[in-house]
T-cell receptor, first 116, second 110 residues
């Protein structure tokens, strides 16, 4: 298994440009999430999905769209990039390990995005 | 009150030391609890789940106190390779994503 893969690893955008960060997992996990990580802020949840066709907003969803048409893929779209979106973006997938509700979450290697 | 709060540190300890990290969470209905480890410029990785009865994995011991909404991680006999940021993580309820604390930085020196 490749686990969770993200592309690209690095990206520089100009203000106003749009782009899609790709995320894929081959572990058949039901849950997928997008986080951004900024210095001093920790990991903040952008959007998440509990299954194909179902998405929901996290803590910082503004300026981002997601869709989940398949179990494997969960792309994150930046509609009109702003310097405030300069960050490291992590995609994650998880599954319910036991009936007690223990979930194991696996992260992709991240995308480092700079918006100028 | 933040959902998950941690002392950011940094904790600077010599090799062989015992160090403890604490974490508090605000949602009393939270279901699951974890400690993740994150190395510099890398993705977070699951270190261990935290169970109500407490659990141990080698040099690492995790404790959960639901009444106080408090989670701890104890690292015994610290190694240089333990240097990292340790993230306290809570899953509020079924169908939701994980909530991360900002992390506690540990630096182990020789």
């Amino acid at each position: 298994n490749a686990g969770v893969t993200q592309t690209p690893k690095f990206q520089v955008l100009k203000t106003g440009q749009s782009m899609t960060l790709q995320c894929a997992q081959d572990m058949n996990h039901e849950y997928m999430s997008w986080y951004r990580q900024d210095p001093g802020m920790g990991l903040r949840l952008i959007h998440y999905s509990v299954g194909a066709g179902i998405t929901d907003q996290g803590e910082v969803p503004n300026g981002y769209n997601v869709s989940r048409s398949t179990t494997e893929d969960f792309p994150l779209r930046l509609l009109s990039a702003a310097p405030s979106q300069t960050s490291v973006y992590f995609c994650a997938s998880s599954y319910r390990r036991d009936r007690g509700g223990t979930y194991e979450q696996y992260f992709g290697p991240g995308t480092r995005l700079t918006v100028t | 009150r933040k959902e998950v709060e941690q002392d950011p540190g940094p904790f600077n300890v010599p090799e062989g030391a015992t160090v403890a990290f604490n974490c508090t969470y605000s949602n009393s209905a939270s279901q699951s609890f974890f400690w993740y480890r994150q190395d510099c410029r890398k993705e977070p990785k699951l270190l261990m789940s935290v169970y109500s009865s407490g659990n141990e994995d080698g040099r690492f011991t995790a404790q959960l106190n639901r009444a106080s909404q408090y989670i701890s991680l104890l690292i015994r006999d610290s190694k240089l390779s333990d240097s990292a940021t340790y993230l306290c993580v809570v899953k509020p309820w079924a169908g939701t994503a994980l909530i991360f604390g900002k992390g506690t930085t540990l630096s182990v020196s020789s």
